[in-house]
C-alpha cells in the first residue's frame, strides 16, 4: 500500500500531463455514461407513460366485480365489500384503491345525445390510484363523494355541443328498473385518453348511487398492489376474503345460487387486458436488448480510447522500467491512473444526465409530431425522473471495465524491453 | 492517390480500426432491423386492428362518421362495389347496412347494433366470420339467419337455434321488426363488440330495415394494408363522382393512428441518441488517432505535404472508414431482416394472446427503402459532420510545432 | 301601442280600462273566468295543462312527417290517464298499423302485431325517434316537464286576434332533467298554448312548437294543429292533427294495462 500512496499524486499528475489525451478519454467514458442512464431513464418514462395509459386511468393493477358485471355491466350486478375483503384493501398489501359505481347511462344535452359510461366515484380514492383527477384539461375535478357536478372527456365535450358549466342531462336505469334522469353540470373538463376511455362520466359516487337507488352498494373496486407484494398473493388473499363474505353479496335479478361459488369475481389486469400484459413482457426484453447494445458500443468506445492511450506512453514507461520502476508497478500506476480517469468521467456522465434532463422537470412533450393533438392527452407527455440509485450499477461497471481496459496494454506495454520500448515507439 | 494513402493509413493500427468498424456496421445493421421490425409490429397492429370489423378502408355517406343515421345512406352499393373491386389492391368489396334494434329473447331485452353483411364478402374483411365458437357463421344461402357475440348471447339467453326477435327503426322512420333463428356464436375478444353486434343477411336486412336498394357504408380489403392504401387516390376518385367519403385506416382509427405516431416519436428519440454516441464513438477514435500522429503529420508538413492535402487525407480516412462500417452494416442488416421477413420473429408471450385473437402469431420485419437506408445514412452524415473536428486540428497545424509534439 | 300613447294621462287610462273591460266582457264563454291582469303564472299553466291533458282523454291523431323530400303520414288513437299513462295505437298506414305504445309512469312498452311481442324499451333506447318523427320515446315521458321541472314568470303579454296573449319564461330549477336553458311559452287568455320555443343553454333558441289551428273540440279550445320545428334543420317538421277527441270521459283501467296492449278488447 506504501506503493499506492507514492503513485497516486503521481498517476493524478500524468493525467494532467497530456491534457487532451485525458479530456477526450474522459469525453468517451462521459458520454458513454450518459448515453446509457438517458436510454435507461427514457426507457422507465416510456414504461411509466405506457403502464398509466393502460392501468392508471380506469383500471388498476386488479379489479373486483361481482361475477355477471363483465357480460352484462348493469346496476344490478352491483355489491356491496364485505368487512374481511376491506381489510384486505386497507392493509399495507394494497397501495391504493378505489370503489365505483360504473354503469351504462345516456348523455343528452340541448343538441345531442350520446351513450356513456357513468362513473360514481370518490375523489379521494381517485387521486391515489389514476393519473385521470390530475389531467383535466379545464374547470376542477370533483370535490367530494357528494359532488353531483360531472366531469367529462374534451372529445364528448365537443360532440355533445356543449361546454363547461353547462348542464346536460344524465339518464340511466336505476336499480329498480325505472329510468332515472337527473340534470348536472360540467364542472370539469379532462383531455383526451382513448375514445374507450373518453366515455367516462363521473360524479360523486354518493350523487350517482342516490341516482340509481343503489344505497350504498357498488360496481367495481379497482385496486393497486403495494410495491412490495405480488399480484398473485394479493387476488389470492382478495379472493379468500370473498369468500367469507357470501352473506352480503348482492345479486338481484338472475339470481345464482350463492355460496357454491363465491359470486364475485377478482382478476389481476394480466387477465383482463392479456394484450397489455404480452406488451410489457415484450418490453422489457426490448429495453434490455437496447441496454445491452449501448453497454457494447460504449465499452468499445472505452477500450479503444483506452488502448491507444496507453500504446502511446510505451516510450514513457520504457523510460520509467529504465529508470528502475518494476512492471508491476507501472501496471500499477495505469490502473490507479485510469481508476481516477474513469471515475471522473463517470461522475462527469451523472452530471450530464442530470442537465440534460432538467430542462425537461415538466415532461418532454411530444406533441411536436402530432398536428392538433389534445395536449392534455395521457402519453403525450413523458416524465424522464432520474433516480441516483439506478445510477450506481452501471457506474461500477463502466468504472471496471475502464479500469480493465487499460491493463492488457499495460500489460503489453509494460513486457516489453526497455530500450525496444524506448528506442522504437 | 489520396484515397490510397487513407486506407493504407487505417489499416496501421488493425484492431482500432476494425473495432471502429465493428460499431459503425452493429449499428448500424441493428438500427436497419429495428426499424423495419418496428415497422412490421405496427402494421401488424394495424391489420389486426382493422382486420376484426373496419376493413382497410370505408366509403361512406359524407357526414355518415359524425352522425351513423341508418337514413344516411349509399345507393347503388352493388355498381360503386363492382367499381371498387376493379381497382388494383381491393380483392375485397363489403356492403353493410347499419341498423338499431331492441332485440328479444323472451322476457328479455337488450339494445344492439345490427349490421346487414353479404356472408361471402365480409368473411374476406372481417375476422368475426373467423372467430364463430358454437355454430357456423352465416352463409349466401341463408335468410332468416343471425350470427350474435358471445356476452350478448349470455345476456339474452340464446343459443345456435334459438329464435331472437328484433325491433327497431326503418329507414323510413317506420317500425322495423323481424325474427331471426341464430346460426352461429362468435368471441371477438373485444367485448364491446362481443356485447352489442348482430350479423344478419344483407337482402333481408335490406328488407327488414326498408333500405331500397341502398347501404350504409362499403368495407374494403386487399391483401394488406399498404395494397390498399396504395389503392386510395383511385378509391378517392370514385368516392367523389359517386358524392360519398373516403375514410382510410386513420380515419377509422384515429386514436391507434394517434398512438403509433407517439410510438415513433418516442423511438425516434432513442434512434437519435443511439446515432449520436456511435458517431461521437467513432470521432472520438479518430481524434485520438490524429492525435497520435501530429509528429507524423509534421514530418508530412515538413516535407512540402499542404496542409489542405493532409486534411483531404484524414477526412477520406473518415470516408472510407464509415462508408466501409456503413456499407458492412447495410449489409448485414439487410440480409438479416430481410430472412427474418420471411421466418418471422416468434415472441412467445406475444403468440399466445395473437392466437387468442385468430391474429397470426409472429412478427414480421418490413424491410423499405426509408428503414433500410435511414439509419445507416444518419451515421454517415453524423461522422462526416463530426469529422470536421479532426479536420480543423489538422489544417491548423505547422510544420514545426506538428514535430516537436510527442 | 303607439295609438294610445299619443293620447294624454287620463284619457290612456281611460282607454286601458276600457279595454280590459272589453276583453273581461267579450271574452270566450264557456270557461272559468280567466284573470286578464298579471295572473299567478303557476296556476295558469297547470289549467293550460289541465285542458290540454284533463284527467283523462280519448283522441284521434294524425301524424305528418315531413323532410327534406318526402313525407309520411301516420294515423293513431290515444288514450290518455292522468299526466303519466298513455297509451298510443296505430291505424294506418298498412305497415304500421297494429303497432302500440305504452306508457305507465316511468316504464315504456312497445307492442308490434307482426312479432306478436310486447317487448319493454331498454333505457338505450329512449332517445331514439318514436316512430321515424321528431319526437323521442323519452319526448312522450316529458310531456308534463313544464309544469313540474321549471320555475315560472311572466315576461310580458299581448294581443292577437282580439286575444290578450301571456308569454311565460320557463327557468329550469336547478338540478332537473332538462337540457334547455329556457323554454318561452305563450299562452292565450282562454288556455291554449299557441307556442313553446326551447332555448339552447346560450339562449339560442332550438326548437319550436306551434298551435296552427285552434278550435273547438270535445266541448274545449283546443290546439287541433301543433307542428314541431327544429330550427337547425329548416325544411323538417312533425305535425300532429287531432280529431275526435273525448274528455274525462271515464277511461276503463284495463286499457293501460300490458294484456291489453297485447290484445286490445274491443
Redesign the interface.
Known amino acids: 500500500m506504501n506503493r499506492v500512496a507514492l503513485l497516486l499524486p503521481l498517476a493524478w499528475r500524468n493525467l494532467w500531463r497530456n491534457p487532451r489525451r485525458t479530456v477526450i478519454t474522459l469525453a468517451v467514458v462521459a458520454v458513454g455514461m450518459w448515453s446509457i442512464l438517458i436510454f435507461d431513464v427514457l426507457f422507465a418514462a416510456v414504461e411509466t407513460s405506457s403502464r398509466d395509459q393502460a392501468l392508471r386511468v380506469m383500471t388498476g393493477e386488479g379489479q373486483i366485480h361481482a361475477s355477471r358485471y363483465m357480460d352484462d355491466p348493469n346496476v344490478a350486478y352491483s355489491f356491496v365489500p364485505g368487512t374481511a375483503m376491506l381489510a384486505v384493501l386497507n392493509s399495507p398489501q394494497v397501495s391504493s384503491w378505489a370503489a365505483r359505481v360504473r354503469v351504462p347511462a345516456i348523455l343528452q344535452s340541448e343538441y345531442e345525445t350520446r351513450p356513456v359510461t357513468l362513473a360514481g366515484a370518490s375523489p379521494e380514492q381517485e387521486r391515489k390510484i389514476s393519473v385521470l383527477p390530475s389531467s383535466l384539461a379545464a374547470g376542477r375535478y370533483l370535490a367530494g363523494d357528494d359532488d353531483s357536478g360531472i366531469v367529462i372527456g374534451r372529445d364528448l365535450l365537443k360532440r355533445l355541443k356543449t361546454r363547461l358549466g353547462k348542464r346536460v342531462v344524465l339518464m340511466t336505469q336505476a336499480s329498480d328498473g325505472h329510468l332515472a334522469q337527473s340534470g348536472f353540470v360540467i364542472i370539469g373538463v379532462y383531455g383526451s385518453t382513448t375514445p374507450v376511455e373518453d366515455e367516462f362520466v363521473f360524479t360523486g359516487r354518493h350523487a350517482a348511487q342516490e341516482l340509481l337507488g343503489m344505497g350504498n352498494r357498488i360496481s367495481e373496486i379497482s385496486f393497486d398492489a403495494n410495491a412490495g407484494t405480488r399480484l398473485d398473493t394479493l387476488v389470492a388473499a382478495l379472493r379468500t376474503a370473498a369468500l367469507a363474505n357470501d352473506a352480503h353479496q348482492d345479486n338481484t335479478t338472475h339470481g345464482q345460487p350463492s355460496g357454491a361459488h363465491p359470486s364475485l369475481v377478482i382478476e389481476p389486469w394480466t387477465q383482463f387486458s392479456p394484450i397489455a400484459a404480452a406488451i410489457e413482457n415484450v418490453s422489457s426484453t426490448y429495453t434490455a436488448v437496447w441496454l445491452a447494445v449501448m453497454f457494447v458500443l460504449m465499452a468499445i468506445g472505452i477500450v479503444n480510447t483506452q488502448l491507444m492511450a496507453v500504446f502511446e506512453r510505451t516510450r514513457e514507461f520504457g523510460l520509467l522500467m529504465a529508470l528502475g520502476m518494476r512492471p508491476g508497478t507501472v501496471i500499477l500506476q495505469v490502473a490507479i491512473e485510469s481508476a481516477l480517469l474513469v471515475a471522473i468521467g463517470v461522475v462527469l456522465g451523472v452530471a450530464a444526465t442530470a442537465s440534460t434532463l432538467a430542462p425537461f422537470g415538466d415532461g418532454i412533450d411530444l406533441n411536436f409530431v402530432a398536428s392538433g393533438v389534445d395536449r392534455y392527452g395521457l402519453g403525450r407527455i413523458l416524465y424522464p425522473k432520474l433516480d441516483p440509485s439506478t445510477a450506481v450499477v452501471p457506474g461500477m461497471i463502466v468504472w471496471a471495465l475502464g479500469i480493465a481496459a487499460t491493463l492488457w496494454p499495460a500489460r503489453r506495454a509494460a513486457r516489453t524491453a526497455p530500450v525496444i520500448a524506448m528506442t522504437q515507439f | 492517390m489520396i484515397f490510397f494513402l487513407a486506407f493504407r493509413n487505417l489499416w496501421r493500427r488493425p484492431?482500432?480500426t476494425i473495432?471502429?468498424l465493428?460499431?459503425i456496421a452493429?449499428?448500424s445493421g441493428?438500427l436497419i432491423f429495428m426499424l423495419s421490425f418496428q415497422v412490421g409490429v405496427y402494421e401488424t397492429m394495424k391489420q389486426s386492428t382493422l382486420r376484426i370489423f373496419d376493413g382497410y378502408a370505408q366509403f361512406q355517406p359524407p357526414d355518415y362518421a359524425?352522425d351513423p343515421r341508418l337514413d344516411r345512406t349509399i345507393a347503388n352499393p352493388t355498381s360503386i362495389a363492382g367499381l371498387a373491386q376493379s381497382v388494383s389492391g381491393i380483392t375485397a368489396v363489403s356492403p353493410r347496412i347499419n341498423g338499431?334494434a331492441?332485440l328479444?329473447n323472451g322476457g328479455r331485452?337488450?339494445?344492439a347494433a345490427v349490421v346487414g353483411v353479404d356472408p361471402s364478402s365480409e368473411e374476406k374483411i372481417s375476422s368475426i366470420a373467423h372467430v364463430i365458437r358454437k355454430g357456423r357463421y352465416l352463409q349466401a344461402s341463408d335468410s332468416a339467419a343471425a350470427v350474435i357475440g358471445a356476452?350478448l348471447a349470455?345476456?339474452l339467453g340464446l343459443s345456435t337455434g334459438s329464435r331472437v326477435?328484433l325491433?327497431g327503426?326503418?329507414k323510413?322512420?317506420?317500425?322495423a321488426?323481424d325474427?331471426l333463428e341464430v346460426k352461429g356464436i362468435y368471441e371477438s375478444g373485444v367485448?364491446?363488440l362481443d356485447?352489442s353486434i348482430l350479423e344478419m343477411p344483407f337482402a333481408r336486412a335490406e328488407t327488414t330495415f326498408g333500405m331500397n336498394n341502398a347501404a350504409n357504408t362499403i368495407a374494403l380489403g386487399g391483401p394488406t394494408l399498404s395494397d390498399v392504401n396504395a389503392a386510395l387516390p383511385a378509391l378517392a376518385a370514385i368516392a367523389h363522382a359517386h358524392g360519398l367519403a373516403l375514410l382510410d385506416w386513420g380515419n377509422l382509427e384515429?386514436?391507434l393512428r394517434?398512438?403509433l405516431?407517439?410510438k415513433?416519436?418516442?423511438s425516434m428519440?432513442?434512434y437519435s441518441?443511439?446515432v449520436a454516441?456511435?458517431a461521437?464513438?467513432v470521432l472520438?477514435?479518430l481524434?485520438?488517432?490524429v492525435?497520435?500522429r501530429t509528429r507524423e503529420f509534421g514530418m508530412l508538413l515538413a516535407i512540402g505535404m499542404r496542409p489542405s492535402k493532409i486534411g483531404q487525407m484524414v477526412w477520406s480516412e473518415l470516408l472510407l472508414l464509415a462508408a466501409l462500417g456503413t456499407g458492412l452494416g447495410v449489409a448485414a442488416g439487410i440480409s438479416g431482416t430481410l430472412w427474418l421477413e420471411h421466418v418471422g420473429v416468434l415472441?412467445p408471450?406475444?403468440s399466445?394472446?395473437l392466437r387468442?385473437f385468430g391474429l397470426p402469431q409472429r412478427l414480421y420485419p418490413e424491410l423499405s427503402l426509408f428503414s433500410g437506408l435511414f439509419g445507416p445514412a444518419a451515421i454517415f452524415a453524423a461522422i462526416l459532420l463530426g469529422g470536421l473536428v479532426p479536420y480543423a486540428r489538422v489544417r491548423s497545424l505547422t510544420a514545426a510545432t506538428a514535430m516537436r509534439a510527442? | 301601442m303607439r295609438a294610445v300613447r299619443k293620447f294624454s294621462g287620463n284619457m290612456r287610462d281611460l282607454l286601458s280600462a276600457g279595454l280590459f273591460f272589453m276583453t273581461f266582457i267579450f271574452g270566450p264563454p264557456a270557461l272559468a273566468a280567466v284573470p286578464t291582469a298579471a295572473p299567478d303564472v303557476e296556476t295558469l299553466l297547470k289549467r293550460v295543462f289541465d285542458n290540454y291533458r284533463s284527467k283523462s282523454s280519448e283522441t284521434s291523431v294524425g301524424m305528418t312527417i315531413h323532410c327534406a323530400g318526402w313525407e309520411r303520414h301516420l294515423a293513431m288513437k290515444a288514450w290518455t290517464r292522468g299526466m303519466s299513462d298513455a297509451l298510443v295505437r296505430f291505424t294506418a298506414p298498412h305497415a304500421d298499423a297494429g303497432n302500440a305504445t305504452l306508457k305507465l309512469g316511468d316504464e315504456t312498452w312497445i307492442f308490434n302485431p307482426k312479432l306478436e311481442q310486447v317487448i319493454r324499451l331498454p333505457a338505450s333506447m329512449m332517445s331514439q325517434s318514436w316512430m321515424g318523427s321528431d319526437f323521442s320515446y323519452d319526448d312522450l315521458s316529458k310531456s308534463d316537464d313544464l309544469l313540474t321541472e321549471y320555475a315560472h314568470r311572466l315576461a310580458g303579454s299581448e294581443q292577437q286576434a282580439g286575444h290578450q296573449v301571456w308569454v311565460v319564461d320557463a327557468i329550469p330549477k336547478p338540478g332537473s332533467p332538462v337540457v334547455w336553458g329556457k323554454v318561452t311559452v305563450r299562452i292565450r287568455d282562454d288556455l291554449v298554448m299557441l307556442e313553446e320555443t326551447y332555448f339552447d343553454q346560450d339562449g339560442k333558441p332550438v326548437r319550436r312548437m306551434t298551435a296552427d289551428d285552434i278550435r273547438v273540440l270535445g266541448g274545449r279550445i283546443y290546439p287541433v294543429i301543433m307542428t314541431m320545428h327544429p330550427l337547425d334543420r329548416p325544411g323538417q317538421w312533425t305535425r300532429i292533427e287531432t280529431s275526435d277527441a273525448r274528455f274525462d270521459a271515464g277511461l276503463p283501467d284495463y286499457l293501460f294495462t300490458l294484456s291489453n296492449l297485447q290484445n286490445p278488447r274491443p
Open positions: 484492431q482500432r473495432l471502429s465493428l460499431s452493429i449499428v441493428l359524425d338499431f331492441v328479444a331485452s337488450y339494445a356476452l349470455r345476456n326477435t325491433l327503426s326503418a323510413d322512420g317506420s317500425v321488426t325474427v367485448p364491446e356485447r384515429p386514436a394517434d398512438n405516431r407517439l415513433y416519436a418516442t428519440l432513442f441518441t443511439l454516441v456511435v461521437f464513438i472520438n477514435t481524434l485520438m488517432s492525435l497520435e415472441i408471450q406475444f399466445d394472446v387468442q510527442n
